[in-house]
């Protein structure tokens, strides 16, 4: 994980991992794309997955376990450094509504398909200098300190529902990356010249590691899956409740969310509307399960300036 001068490069990891740190979650209280994506360039947190992974392929125990140690340790100094700032904020509502935070607390299929992806992409360039200009990039598509300093924003502000959202988010960029890495590595030789020299013990060891992160990625995956499903099934509802509402003149639907078991739908239109039942068997018909259903009514219309 880290080579020639040890102490140097441990310094240099943490003091970079602290300032990414900082610079995430000021863009993520701040709103700030730019911000945030500023700190995934300077985030050192790849190196020491890279490690997992390597030492997955080559058998080497110490390395995994000195390298996860790394990875654990950096992502609770990231979220207590969230958690500590966000006390700072004087509306903490704000912050939690933000673009930043939104975007990172419910990670669907599509999240985890790009982290696949941007993992193989930077195990490649890891194991091949001829292509290493495109890390950048890479840091910036994998996102790991960014969903980090959203877990801590949240429980900094009370919200451990969302926080648990981003800390998957997080968990499937990192199995993700220990997973391609360890599959590069492999096709890139490093397992078979390990195998020749130290017979196959190590080889039995990697199988066993890559049936812990097949587990581990199906229960990262399951939330994801609901996430996605959830998507799918507010866009359905949305779509329902619009023709629920055909028939009421300048009445329309503003948005859909999930609350646990609760499909929540708000209307924006005259004061009277159709039977909620109508709507409700539409909704029964769409999810399987039968979810309650909440119609937030605003009574009024939007206005534009001419």
């Not at 058998?59 to 450094?81: E, P, T």
């Not at 890390?135 to 910036?140: H, K, N, R, S």
């Not at 009277?272 to 009024?300: C, K, M, N, Q, Y």
Request: with cysteine.
């Amino acid at each position: 994980m880290f080579t020639g001068d040890h102490a140097a490069k441990r310094s240099a990891f943490w003091v970079m991992l602290t300032l990414s740190a900082l610079i995430a979650v000021s863009g993520v209280v701040a709103d700030s794309t730019a911000t945030v994506i500023g700190a995934m360039i300077v985030a050192p947190l790849s190196t020491p997955i890279l490690g997992v992974g390597l030492g997955i392929t080559t058998g080497r125990a110490s390395l995994i376990g000195r390298s996860l140690l790394v990875v654990v340790l950096g992502a609770v100094l990231v979220v207590a450094l969230g958690a500590g700032i966000v006390q700072l904020v004087p509306n903490t509502t704000d912050v939690l509504t933000n673009s930043q935070v939104l975007g990172r607390t419910s990670p669907t299929l599509m999240d985890l398909t790009a982290a696949l992806a941007t993992g193989l992409v930077g195990a490649i360039a890891a194991a091949r200098r001829d292509v290493g200009d495109v890390l950048p990039g890479v840091a910036i598509a994998i996102s790991l300190v960014p969903p980090l300093a959203v877990v801590g924003v949240c429980l900094g502000s009370g919200a451990p529902a969302l926080a648990a959202g981003a800390a998957v988010l997080f968990a499937s960029n990192v199995l993700a990356m220990i997973i391609t890495a360890s599959v590069v590595f492999v096709a890139a030789g490093y397992a078979a010249e390990v195998e020749t020299t130290a017979g196959n013990n190590r080889g039995r060891g990697r199988g066993r590691a890559y049936t812990v992160l097949a587990a581990a990625l199906v229960a990262v995956a399951i939330p994801m899956v609901v996430n996605s499903l959830a998507s799918l099934w507010a866009g359905q509802i949305a779509t329902a409740a619009q023709q629920w509402l055909e028939d009421v003149p300048g009445a329309q639907v503003t948005d859909v969310s999930w609350q646990g078991h609760t499909a929540t739908v708000a209307v924006l239109g005259p004061e009277e509307l159709p039977p909620i039942s109508a709507l409700e068997e539409s909704v029964d018909a769409l999810v399987p399960w039968h979810p309650r259903l909440s119609v937030v009514h605003t009574v009024g219309s939007r206005m534009t300036a001419e």
